[in-house]
């Protein structure tokens, strides 16, 4: 099974940008689907956006859509999340997940969980 580990995460003003890193140990990560989440206090975790294993189709939330990136690079185990134009509202624990298939990411069906980074956007 694969291991996931965030980093990256930290204090920012609104408005500006952070790469956060998931890197992953263990076999076959890239067949894996991965998935970016967020928990924010006093609110549930919300679906931040999804990657197919080679890289080529992304989802996005509404919420991020046009702000955030994910990318991936299997070479180095590593699935990013960047993202820019960031509001308070942003504020939250991010957390990166892997998926047996793109098919079970799009369920929500995912297998192995990071212990996620904070994320803290001030105005």
């Known amino acids: 099974q694969v291991q996931l580990v965030e980093s990256g995460g930290g204090l920012v003003q609104a408005g500006g940008s952070l790469r956060l890193a998931c890197a992953a140990s263990g076999r076959t990560f890239g067949n894996y689907a991965m998935g970016w989440f967020r928990q924010a206090p006093g609110k549930e975790r919300e679906s931040v956006g999804r990657?197919?294993?080679?890289?080529?189709?992304?989802y996005y939330s509404d919420t991020v859509k046009g702000r955030f990136t994910i990318s991936r690079d299997n070479a180095k185990k590593t699935v990013y999340l960047q993202m820019n134009s960031l509001k308070p509202e942003d504020t939250a624990v991010y957390s990166c997940?892997?998926?047996?298939?793109?098919?079970?990411?799009?369920?929500?069906?995912?297998?192995?969980w990071g212990q996620g980074t904070q994320v803290t956007v001030s105005s």
């Open positions: 997940a892997s998926a047996r298939s793109w098919t079970e990411a799009a369920r929500g069906n995912y297998d192995t």
């Open positions: 990657i197919s294993w080679s890289g080529s189709v992304t």
